[in-house]
């Protein structure tokens, strides 16, 4: 019973940490809008005061083993292994605030809490979660719409990022019109509001988890008056839901929108500081770094403002030299496809939704070093290989 109990705080807390940041934007700018300014600045201290409450009663009530604690001292000492080994000029970083909240508090939860999760996938299927997104949803476009919230789109498409695929995964398992309503906001949200990676890691996720859940109920399309009326349910909302679209954006003042604006100027899938940091980083690779190993969070000497290179291959790369940045790229993607493919179709699930929300950004934007969405992901991710694990031993037993 108390496994049982530690298992659902564990998943409860997953949770409680992914949707706190939008529910703070909402509350502080609902306080804001109705004259509690004072109130407002303090929401964020409030709300992540609640998770670290739940972090540390987890802590107390549920013990942790002598494994887990061993395994994160020791990732404490990789960190100051990189210290060491990086840069004179960078290694001020170690101690900005986005480093320090991951020695304090992401990696303790991700090594300690979230690598232990066992079922990610009662997200995709619990009703108040579901209600819960469906919620946030739409009270985050309001905020926006309504409410002038000030918050970036980055900071606001990545934050929901992982709401909007959770509620898209339940549309897909059970669509109808006001799943389909919801999906609608959602995707005006992030056209209007957000930016453009998380609007691509979304349909990517849906279209994979589509594949896979119709894999695993083996769907057959079969002519039936049933799949006539979803096919027209589906053909009328989707018309209906683009002619909305349509009318909102042609009223819409698209100034402040970072998609739409690109859209209305024609450079959608342009992004010139971002291809000028990667012409940098490849020159660098293949005319002057030889064999070097340079350290973590070389890149940044390289980039324009000391910022860091927006591409994952390339950040590990520069800092680990050729050997050993291809070596842990070849060590990550083979964590990641055996993890994949040693999963249920449940658990396939959970990967590429654990995916899409932590990891394909690197790809486009963020630092595997500074970013505790990584060390969230590794953790999630090693939560499901531990999974596959069993199995195969049922699997050899019943071979014998």
């Known amino acids: 019973m108390k496994e049982r109990d530690s298992k659902q705080w564990d998943l409860f807390f997953f949770y409680l940490s992914l949707i706190i940041y939008p529910f703070n934007v909402l509350l502080s700018a609902v306080l804001r809008t109705t004259g509690f300014d004072f109130f407002a600045s303090k929401t964020i201290f409030v709300c992540y005061g609640i998770v670290y409450l739940v972090f540390f009663f987890i802590l107390f009530r549920y013990p942790i083993s ?15 292994i990189f210290y060491l080994t990086s840069p004179t000029e960078m290694k001020y970083r170690y101690l900005d605030v986005d480093m320090v909240m991951i020695y304090l508090f992401y990696l303790p939860y991700s090594v300690l809490i979230l690598s232990r999760i066992q079922d990610i996938s009662q997200l995709f299927t619990n009703s108040i979660v579901e209600y819960f997104n469906g919620f946030l949803i739409i009270a985050s476009f309001l905020v926006k719409f309504i409410l002038k919230d000030q918050t970036g789109y980055m900071v606001y498409s990545y934050n929901l990022l992982p709401i909007w695929i959770l509620f898209s995964f339940r549309m897909i398992q059970k669509p109808n019109l006001v799943r389909l309503a919801i999906f609608g906001i959602l995707v005006l949200e992030g056209v209007i509001y957000g930016a ?30 049933r799949s006539i009326q979803s096919g027209l349910m589906i053909f009328l909302g989707t018309v209906g839901f683009f ?4 009318q909102i954006l042609s009223s819409l003042n698209i100034a402040q929108s970072y998609i739409l604006n690109r859209i209305e100027t024609g450079v959608l899938v342009q992004s010139t500081g971002r291809d000028s940091m990667i012409d940098i980083a490849v020159q660098y690779i293949f005319e002057e770094m030889g064999l070097k190993i340079n350290g973590v969070f070389f890149d940044r000497t390289l980039m324009p403002g000391n910022v860091y290179v927006h591409n994952l291959f390339l950040e590990i790369v520069l800092s680990f030299g050729w050997l050993f940045g291809i070596l842990l790229l070849i060590l990550l993607m083979y964590f990641i496809i055996i993890t994949f493919k040693g999963s249920s179709i449940s658990n396939k699930k959970v990967v590429v939704f654990l995916s899409s929300t932590f990891f394909l950004k690197y790809l486009l934007t963020g630092s595997v070093f500074e970013d505790y969405t ?8 090693f939560s499901v290989y531990k999974q596959n694990k069993p199995d195969k031993l049922v699997v050899y037993e019943m071979k014998r």
Not at 243 to 246: C, E, H, I, N, T
Not at 374 to 381: E, K, R, W
């Open 196 to 225: 453009r990676g998380p609007l691509i890691w979304l349909f990517i996720s849906l279209i994979t988890y589509a594949i896979l859940h119709w894999i695993e109920n083996q769907v057959q399309i079969r002519l039936s008056i």
């Open 243 to 246: 002619f909305v679209l349509y």
């Open 374 to 381: 990584f060390i969230i992901y590794l953790a999630l991710m």
């Open 66 to 80: 002598l494994k887990r604690l061993s395994s994160m001292f020791f990732i404490y000492l990789v960190y100051y």
